[in-house]
Nanobody
């Protein structure tokens, strides 16, 4: 059973940066496309943030990212990162690491989820 554990969330001022990490265990991260989703306060759905192919060759981002975030991966140590810059209060959310065989923006196609890490951006 693949397990995903996120870290790196916290409280940051608007305009600041955070780097989220996700560690994969119970499987090999290179077997999966990996991604990040988020759930904003008061919402049940998980919105697509970013995804990266198994070899890191392809990356895709949600429209709201606008060049502020960068997803990367290191298959040698089974980790995925999300560098978030120029954070805005609207980025406040629980951020989830996700694994799926194909690249996807759809939460319903995700095979494995992490437990989530809170990101709070204050104005």
């Amino acid at each position: 059973q693949v397990q995903l554990v996120e870290s790196g969330g916290g409280l940051v001022l608007a305009g600041g940066s955070l780097r989220l990490s996700c560690t994969v265990s119970g499987g090999t991260s290179s077997s999966y496309a990996m991604g990040w989703f988020r759930r904003t306060p008061g919402e049940e759905r998980r919105d697509f943030v970013a995804t990266i192919s198994w070899n890191g060759a392809s990356t895709y981002y949600g429209d709201f990212v606008k060049g502020r975030f960068a997803i990367s991966r290191n298959n040698a140590n089974n980790t995925i990162q999300l560098q978030m810059n120029r954070l805005e209060p609207e980025d406040t959310a629980v951020y989830y690491c996700a694994a799926s065989p194909p690249l996807t923006r759809e939460p319903r196609l995700i095979d494995f989820w992490g437990q989530g890490t809170q990101v709070t951006v204050s104005s």
